[in-house]
């Protein structure tokens, strides 16, 4: 058998962390994964896709993970059920998580970047050269192999 699930989208809003009675973290956020396909309008549409995470991995996605930023889940498919208070029954289908990969840095993320503007030590560049930058980077990804990378602390998830 075999129940294994990778996503990558953008988070709906920021992760909401909670502890159980017994002190373990669960994380619950939404990734907006788009459709590889337009619909009839020529736009293109998205699936929302609730991830639930836990203890170590929770904590880190509640840190750093921030409304807008994209993110790789990767998982099993849980349905569960409950009765609501009006006595129906109610199914929920979400993606609990092993592992969460941060796609973009703090400083890169479309929104919710919280008005960092760059790490300590770190320093800026003009737009031409962050252009010719990334323009390197996606013909070579291993360019600069062997050489120092500068990473701010406020990049790092842990």
Same mark, same amino acid.
């Given at each position: 058998m075999l129940n294994r699930i990778v996503l990558i989208g953008r988070l709906t809003k920021d992760p909401e962390l909670r502890y159980t009675p017994?002190?373990?973290?669960?994380?619950?956020?939404t990734l907006a994964v788009d459709r590889p396909f337009t619909n009839q309008s020529g736009e293109r549409e998205?699936?929302?896709?609730?991830?639930v995470t836990w203890r170590g991995l929770a904590e880190n996605c509640a840190n750093?993970?921030?409304?807008?930023?994209?993110a790789a889940a990767d998982g099993r498919l849980q349905i569960r059920n409950y009765e609501n208070n009006e006595g129906k029954r109610?199914?929920?289908?979400?993606?609990?998580?092993? *592992?969460? %990969? $941060?796609?973009?840095?703090g400083n890169s993320g479309q929104s919710g970047n919280n008005g960092n503007n760059g790490g300590q030590g770190g320093q800026r560049r003009g737009?031409?050269?962050?252009?010719?930058? *990334?323009? %390197? $980077?996606?013909?070579?990804?291993?360019?600069?192999d062997g050489q120092p990378i500068d990473i701010?602390?406020?990049?790092?998830?842990f």
């Open positions: 017994n002190g373990v973290a669960v994380a619950t956020f998205a699936d929302f896709i609730n991830i750093y993970l921030k409304k807008g930023r994209l109610v199914y929920v289908s979400e993606v609990v998580a092993d *592992n969460v %990969r $941060f796609l973009e840095s737009q031409q050269g962050d252009q010719q930058s *990334n323009q %390197r $980077f996606n013909d070579d990804p291993f360019a600069k701010s602390d406020d990049d790092l998830p």
